[in-house]
């Protein structure tokens, strides 16, 4: 999946019509919303949109036969696999009817050119995860946790027996992880993972 690193834009001319797409990151539906406002034109004709965030995402015709801005939008934005992301498509008319499916065409293909230009950033899958480690382990764990690409140390919490690691470790490198970790302990440590992966010792690869 990918995110952008900045907002892009892009724009067209379709017969006499003017098309801009602008596209940017979003963080929740409140700052969807939010950036909506900024982003449309209230002078132009239509300022259809579409944006996605995880699960869950939203589109809007704005006035157009429905089907024919926002869920291209949408379209352009999966076809890439975008996520956190908003594409607001202006037109401003030009006196030439396009039909349903050239506006279809229009609105899809100006959100993909956009999207296509856009400065992209990959979003990794996170999974949480935490490791419960006695203190003659935790020196090396740490050490091989450091080793994997993307490992985040969320928090670290110390009781009598050692220190309790809450990491958030990307999706693909979690049964390697505990594969690591388990070997260089002799088993000793205990990987819990979090609800998108099912709990399981250091050393299990199930999914």
Request: glycine share 12%; aromatic share 6%; hydrophobic share 40%.
């Amino acid at each position: 999946m990918f995110s952008l690193r900045q907002q892009s834009s892009f724009e067209q001319s379709i017969r006499k019509s003017r098309f801009r797409a602008i596209a940017t990151s979003i963080g929740d539906e409140n700052d969807a919303k939010a950036r909506l406002s900024a982003l449309g034109d209230v002078g132009a004709n239509h300022n259809c949109w579409a944006w996605r965030i995880g699960q869950t995402y939203r589109f809007n015709d704005d006035g157009e036969p429905s089907g024919t801005g926002g869920k291209p939008i949408l379209q352009a934005i999966d076809g890439q696999s975008f996520d956190n992301v908003l594409v607001v498509v202006t037109r401003w008319f030009g006196g030439v009817l396009l039909g349903t499916g050239g506006l279809v065409r229009a609105y899809g293909g100006t959100a993909s050119a956009c999207l296509r230009a856009a400065d992209r950033i990959e979003v990794l899958p996170m999974v949480a995860v935490t490791a419960s480690i006695g203190f003659s382990d935790l020196a090396l764990v740490k050490a091989r946790l450091v080793s994997i690409a993307g490992v985040c140390v969320v928090s670290e919490n110390f009781n009598d027996l050692g220190a309790v690691l809450s990491l958030a470790l990307p999706d693909r490198e979690a049964d390697q992880a505990a594969i690591l970790i388990s070997d260089s302990t002799n088993g000793r440590v205990q990987l819990d993972f979090g609800p998108e992966r099912r709990a399981k010792p250091a050393g299990g690869v199930g999914r």
